[in-house]
């Protein structure tokens, strides 16, 4: 189980000191979605580097909180520290649904999300398409995929990205 409290103080000292006590304020009076917010735009005015896995550990941060969305361009824009890691975000504003032939997936848009460097696996995100053609705003489900045609190796529920990021670690 992740301690998520200790996630968001490791998030907040990578910022200069006002506002990391911003952050952790958020996160004291429970404003989790404008701490990340916070967060985001405090790396990228300052030019913070960060690493590849915190990029993605802050991208699982958002989900849970329901921000992802709002702060992926700019996450994505924060540079990067260059050092070796075995996570990668994927997602892009412009990625497109993966077709599987995994039965458990077949009416989900399953969205790559996470990708495992070392051993190849993939995080996504399984979400139903709205009749307008959107993704549903929350995913169905996490699914760990052996690569980017699956199969699918484990599935998780929707309360559950933090279990399957650990599940996707090497």
């Known amino acids: 189980m992740t301690d998520e409290a200790a996630v968001w103080t490791r998030f907040a000292r990578l910022l200069p000191d006002h506002d990391a006590q911003e952050v952790q304020v958020c996160w004291d009076i429970g404003e989790q979605e404008g701490g990340l917010e916070l967060l985001v735009s405090s790396l990228l005015q300052h030019q913070l580097t960060i690493g590849e896995t915190t990029r993605v550990e802050i991208s699982v941060v958002a989900e849970t909180w329901g921000v992802r969305e ?5 996450l994505l824009a924060c540079p990067g520290d260059g050092l070796p890691s075995p996570l990668e975000l994927v997602e892009r504003p412009d990625t497109v649904p993966l077709t ?44 760990v995929l052996a690569n980017t045609q699956g199969p699918s190796l484990q599935l998780f529920d929707s309360s559950s990205a933090w279990e399957a990021l650990e599940a996707l670690r090497p």
């Open 70 to 74: 709002n702060i992926t361009s700019r």
């Open 100 to 143: 599987l032939t995994d039965p458990r997936l077949a009416d989900f848009l399953v969205i790559p999300w996470i990708r495992c460097k070392t051993s190849g696996r993939l995080l996504t995100r399984a979400h139903v398409e709205e009749p307008w053609g959107d993704l549903s705003l929350t995913p169905e489900h996490y699914a």
